[in-house]
Nanobody, 121 residues
Framework: VQLQASGGGLVQAGGSLTLSCATS????????IGWFRQAPGKEREMVSC????????YYKESVQGRFTMTRDNDKNAVALQMNSLKPEDTAVYYC???????????????WGKGTLVTVSS
């Protein structure tokens, strides 16, 4: 099982970025998948997560209406569209997957390397 997040970078407040997570070695249909982030000096938090292909998507309250997670099971990939970015969104973003398909902060079994998002004010 492998996951690789990409697409991070430096953006001004109010701007947009799209993160991508390429996966391999497993069938995304069978796994939960989500995005997590960890800001410097802070604990990791769940940004968005979906436990099944047609299940509802959880979003952290502070990103609701600004971030959209999309899941492309045919390509075994997941994206996170981030709009109206704020300095407090600055963090290393990770994609993670789990089987059995649950969305939990500390229980995701498979993690990719993170991608850094920096939002300047």
């Amino acid at each position: 099982v492998q996951l690789q997040a990409s697409g991070g970078g430096l953006v001004q407040a109010g701007g947009s970025l799209t993160l991508s997570c390429a996966t391999s070695g497993f069938n995304l249909d069978d796994f939960s998948i989500g995005w997590f982030r960890q800001a410097p000096g802070k604990e990791r938090e769940m940004v968005s997560c979906q436990s099944s292909r047609y299940g509802s998507i959880y979003y952290k309250e502070s990103v609701q209406g600004r971030f959209t997670m999309t899941r492309d099971n045919d390509k075994n990939a997941v994206a996170l569209q981030m709009n109206s970015l704020k300095p407090e969104d600055t963090a290393v973003y990770y994609c993670a997957a789990d089987y059995p398909p649950l969305c939990t902060l500390d229980g995701m079994d498979y993690w990719g390397k993170g991608t850094l998002v920096t939002v300047s004010s």
